[in-house]
């Protein structure tokens, strides 16, 4: 590798972010519920893999093969945790218990075989699989865990949104006031922007009887999608100025 295969944390890393986890529930939504829900899913797994490929491909952090990467585990993410709710019968807070399990499952692996969960340290193969592991983990938790406020319960989706905004507020105050070790902060905001996003990209989609604005999947999705388009553009012209400079 030439170095780091992931961005820097910014402003901009976290508008990404949040950006592509509503994307990844919208479009997820509207794939099940326009074809096949297993046609979907495979569909998914199958843009995840290639993503992914692409992604362990490049030698450095290229900003369009990243994140549509992280497109592509936000959707599949979203449809695997509404797969085990809707299709096992699952319920939200017992499927999210076991993705946090799954979670801390890669943060030990990780942290045995490295020695730190800095993603600043992800330079070599099986770091960036640890990472990449992690972060579809963070996905499916993120989706249990807004789908569990969302309808178990019953805070609907604005409420849940504002709930997960003012908990990863206490978190960056915590980590402000030197409270949160860095490395522990990123990721409890990590996993939280996950029901963030996609608890408002839901407001914004559904109908207006189940709490929403009524704008539908589709659009909202194509939305988002031209919305991540334009700030990754925006981040690779800046990446190669900085580069020059």
Partial sequence: MDGTKVPEITAWFWAAKVLTTGMGETTSDFMVHQIDPAVALGLGGCGLVASLVLQFGVRRYIPWVYWLAVVMVSIFGTMAADAVHVVLGVPYLVSGVFFLVALSVVFLL???????LSI???????R??????????TFALGTATGD???????????????????????AALGYWRGRLG??????????????????FADWTAVSVDRGGLGWGTGPVSLGLAVCI????????IAGKRNASA
Avoid at 120 to 126: E, G, I, L, N, P
Avoid at 128 to 137: Q, R, T
Avoid at 148 to 170: E, H, K
């Fill in 110 to 116: 990780w942290y045995r075989s490295e020695k730190t």
């Fill in 120 to 126: 600043h340290s992800v330079d070599t193969r099986r």
């Fill in 128 to 137: 960036e699989a640890y990472y990449w592991a992690a972060v579809l983990a």
């Fill in 148 to 170: 569990m406020t969302a309808y178990t319960l019953d805070f609907g989706y604005l409420a849940s949104g504002g709930v997960f905004a003012a908990v990863i507020c206490v």
């Fill in 182 to 199: 860095a490395i522990s902060s990123f990721w409890f905001a990590y996993i939280l922007t996950r029901p963030l996003g996609a608890s």
């Fill in 229 to 236: 388009a334009a700030l990754v553009t925006y981040l690779s």
